[in-house]
């Protein structure tokens, strides 16, 4: 586990990301309601650029890097960073990872979510709700006093237990006036290790687990990740706040 400073932030900055993700989780709510068999990936993007403009807001993914549209939305094999297409149609089976992220007067707010499309099979329906608690798990273990490693730990012992593997290519990070801060968070890792955790630090955690092997490979648009084995993946996020002795999730809708 690397050892880094992660900044604490002041009372102006925890406003500032409190409200942008306000807004991120509205948004997602929102964009839920229009995930259904038949639509494309690519209108599910153009409706998360309005309802993002309407917000007041601006997306945080576009240009970031050269990546090209609003929303990341990864289907059923796909681990994270897909990118939207009108040839992309959902079908009724389908799991759809959808990653938002939005500025909102110069703060960052950040989430994702995996849903299902129609009904879904158990296989499918099991590892949505692993990938989802598996977060709720490492939120539980951010709080003041313990360290970056049992935040890791937490989230991969809960997943290798129940027989699934955890993404280790990507990770979260710190959040705040910059959608990618310090620290590095992986999903993995030794209890007691990193940093510790103060009141005031904003993190975003995103655990991307596997139905399979935890090996990933990246397409030749340069963005979207699949798993190495074909399997099924899930990607759950909130941006978090360290205070007291129970985190507060941003994000939460």
Request: hydrophobic fraction near 35%; charge should be negative; charged fraction near 25%.
């Amino acid at each position: 586990m690397l050892t880094m400073t992660i900044p604490i932030k002041s009372k102006e900055e925890i406003e500032g990301v409190k409200m942008a993700c306000e807004k991120t989780a509205s948004i997602m709510k929102r964009l839920s309601r229009k995930i259904e068999p038949g639509i494309t990936t690519d209108s599910l993007n153009s409706a998360a650029e309005r309802l993002i403009i309407e917000s007041h807001c601006k997306p945080a993914f576009k240009g970031y890097m050269g990546y090209p549209k609003s929303i990341c939305t990864s289907i059923n094999s796909e681990v994270v960073h897909g990118v939207p297409g009108l040839d992309c149609v959902l079908t009724e089976g389908d799991i759809l990872s959808l990653d938002l992220g939005v500025i909102y007067k110069g703060f960052y707010g950040d989430m994702a979510v995996t849903f299902a499309v129609g009904e879904i099979s158990t296989e499918a329906e099991m590892l949505i709700r692993t990938t989802k608690e598996a977060l709720c798990v490492g939120i539980s273990s951010a709080v003041s006093g313990n360290t970056l490693g049992d935040i890791s730990s937490a989230i991969q012992r809960y997943v290798e237990d129940r027989g699934y593997s955890i993404v280790r290519k990507f990770v979260g990070h710190g959040i705040g006036r910059e959608l990618h801060e310090e620290p590095e968070i992986p999903n993995f890792g030794s209890p007691g290790t990193g940093p510790y955790l103060e009141n005031g630090m904003i993190l975003a955690l995103e655990p991307m687990v596997n139905d399979g092997d935890y090996r990933v490979n990246i397409l030749e648009d340069g963005w979207t990740a699949v798993t190495e084995d074909g399997s099924l993946s899930a990607h759950f996020e909130h941006t978090i706040l360290i205070w007291g002795s129970k985190p507060q999730v941003l994000t939460e809708f």
